[in-house]
C-alpha cells in the first residue's frame, strides 16, 4: 500500500513539474515561431494576450509621435499597428520600406462600436464643413488639404465617410456589438536584411 501511495505521488510530482514546464514553455514558444502579418490578419484574436514574432514591412511610420508603426505582408492595404514598448519610446520614419522583425504582446487596442462610429462620423461632418478636410483613415493616414469642393486624389473623388461606411458593414455582418481591433506592443525590433 506505501509503495502504491509512493508511486501515485511520485507520479503526481513529475505530472505537476512536467506539465506546468510545458504550458510555460508553450507560452513562450509562440516568440520563437515567426508568424506573417497575413496569418496574423486572419484571426487575430488567436494571438489576443500572447507574445508573438511578426516578420513584415514597415508601410508607416506616425510622423506626429512616432509612437506607432504598420507593418504589411503580401498586401500593402492589409497592415497590422505595432506600438511603441520595451527599449523603443518611438519608432525612426527610416524603417518605413523596411523588412523587420518584432516580437511583442497582441492586445486589444480598440473596440469599434455604434457610438464610436457616430463619433468618427460627426468628426468628419465637423471637418468636412471646415474648409479642408483633416481625417484620418482606418490606418491612421492623414487625409489633409484636400479641399471639400474639389476632394480629388489621382482624379478620384475621396469619400470621406468610407471608412466610416466599411466599418459599419463589417458590424453588422459580425453579429456583435463590437469590432476588436488587435495591435501589437513592440518589445524588440530588428531589421531584416536581405
Known amino acids: ?6 508511486c501515485l505521488a511520485l507520479g503526481a510530482m513529475i505530472f505537476a513539474n512536467t506539465g506546468c514546464g510545458n504550458l510555460g514553455k508553450n507560452a513562450d514558444d509562440a516568440t520563437k ?6 496569418s496574423f490578419l ?15 514591412t514597415v508601410s508607416h511610420v506616425c510622423r506626429h509621435s512616432g509612437k ?8 500593402p ?13 518611438s519608432f525612426d520614419i527610416k524603417y518605413e520600406g523596411t523588412d523587420v522583425e518584432i516580437t511583442g504582446t497582441v492586445i486589444e ?10 463619433e468618427w462620423e460627426a468628426d468628419i461632418k465637423k471637418n468636412v464643413e471646415d474648409k479642408d ?5 482606418a490606418e491612421s493616414q492623414a487625409i489633409t488639404g484636400q479641399k471639400n469642393d474639389k476632394a480629388k486624389v489621382a482624379d478620384t473623388v475621396v469619400d470621406p465617410y468610407a471608412d466610416v461606411k466599411e466599418f459599419r458593414k463589417k458590424l453588422a455582418a459580425s453579429g456583435k456589438t463590437y469590432i476588436s481591433i488587435y495591435a501589437i506592443n ?6 531584416i536584411k536581405k
Open 109 to 118: 487596442d480598440e473596440k469599434i462600436d455604434a457610438n464610436y462610429l457616430n
Open 77 to 89: 492595404e492589409k497592415t497590422v499597428k505595432v506600438n511603441t514598448g520595451g527599449d523603443f519610446s
Open 133 to 137: 478636410i483633416k481625417v484620418c483613415t
Open 33 to 38: 515561431v515567426a508568424i506573417t502579418v497575413d
Open 42 to 56: 486572419m484571426t487575430p484574436e488567436v494571438w489576443a494576450n500572447k507574445d508573438v514574432l511578426i516578420k513584415g
Open 68 to 75: 506607432k508603426l504598420f507593418l504589411f505582408g503580401a498586401n
Open 1 to 6: 500500500m506505501k509503495k502504491l501511495f509512493l
Open 186 to 191: 513592440c518589445k524588440t525590433m530588428k531589421e
